[in-house]
Nanobody, 122 residues
Framework: VQLQASGGGLVQAGDSLTLSCARSGRTFVNWHMGWFRQAPGKEREFVGA????????YYADSVKGRFTISRDNAKNTVYLHMNSLKSEDTAVYYC????????????????WGQGTQVTVSS
């Protein structure tokens, strides 16, 4: 499975931005998808996850109410819609795929994308 994240950039505080993660490779497995981020000097942290069929969504408290995840299985793509961005959201954002939802949420994912930089200026 290959994951390609895109959509990052430089925005101002309060702006919105949508990241995309396109999945290629094995498509016959039902993949759960997640987003993580890593700020400079900090450990990677969980942002949110969506189950393979979209029925389950789970977000970190730090982004709840501001970020939403959606997926388009026909396009093998998952999205991270980020609203009301804050300077503390500045990080490299990674998408991840896994077949175990609990393990994915823990960051124990089988596959990771290359990351896309999001910089929020205050």
């Amino acid at each position: 499975v290959q994951l390609q994240a895109s959509g990052g950039g430089l925005v101002q505080a309060g702006d919105s931005l949508t990241l995309s993660c396109a999945r290629s490779g094995r498509t016959f497995v039902n993949w759960h998808m997640g987003w993580f981020r890593q700020a400079p000097g900090k450990e990677r942290e969980f942002v949110g996850a969506v189950s393979w069929n979209g029925d389950s969504l789970y977000y970190a408290d730090s982004v709840k109410g501001r970020f939403t995840i959606s997926r388009d299985n026909a396009k093998n793509t998952v999205y991270l819609h980020m609203n009301s961005l804050k300077s503390e959201d500045t990080a490299v954002y990674y998408c991840a795929a896994g077949t175990s939802y609990p393990r994915l949420v823990k960051g124990e994912s089988a596959y990771w994308g290359q990351g896309t930089q999001v910089t929020v200026s205050s």
